[in-house]
């Protein structure tokens, strides 16, 4: 029998790529503004995880703190720029092309945590490079297909947020 959070991990898989595509399909379909798909998309997800968690175990102080505001601002514009991405590219090389996450969190922790790459590190990070050139070289319009700056604009949102995270009073004990 599989593990439990094994079970998990492949329902969430699949519900982030349903959801992923529905968006793109949505955009073409009805011809919606991106932005405010998006929007429409994390009110939602928002209501659902409240009403899963029930309104009143809302703790309070998370909502007074500035960084909590300027985190969740970040992954709406993230989910904004993903969306926007959409129109530009399929939903299967919009994904792919999110890996360009990882090297811009690397960047991101060196530059906040000092934190230097290992050697035995190079060869994934030349990896995902070619990979990352070989995908954009396929996309329709090459190197300057706008699903690209906004992809970039998207995980570096989600970085940013991240980092900004780590350091959250509400984050500083766990």
Do not use: K
Not at 85 to 102: D, K, M, R, W
Not at 119 to 134: D, F, K, Q, R, S
Not at 164 to 173: Q, S, V, W
């Amino acid at each position: 029998m599989l593990p439990s959070a094994v079970i998990l991990a492949g329902v969430v898989v699949v519900a982030w790529s349903v959801l992923t595509v529905s968006i793109r399909a949505t955009l073409y379909g009805f011809a919606f503004e991106p932005w405010s798909l998006a929007l429409a998309v994390q009110i939602c997800g928002g209501a659902v995880l409240l009403f899963a968690a029930g309104i009143r175990s809302l703790p309070l102080e998370p909502i007074r703190r500035w960084a909590t505001w300027v985190i969740g601002g970040l992954r709406v514009v993230t989910t904004c720029a993903f969306t926007t991405a959409l129109l530009h590219a399929s939903a299967g090389q919009v994904s792919l092309l999110t890996t360009i996450n990882v090297l811009i969190a690397m960047v991101g922790v060196f530059v906040v945590f000092r934190r230097r790459r290992h050697l035995g590190e190079v060869p994934g990070i030349l990896i995902m490079i070619a990979g990352l050139i070989l995908l954009v070289d396929h996309l329709d319009g090459g190197w300057s297909n706008m699903a690209i700056r906004f992809v970039i604009f998207s995980e570096t949102s989600v970085v940013i947020a991240s980092l900004m995270a780590e350091r959250h009073p509400d984050n500083l004990g766990n």
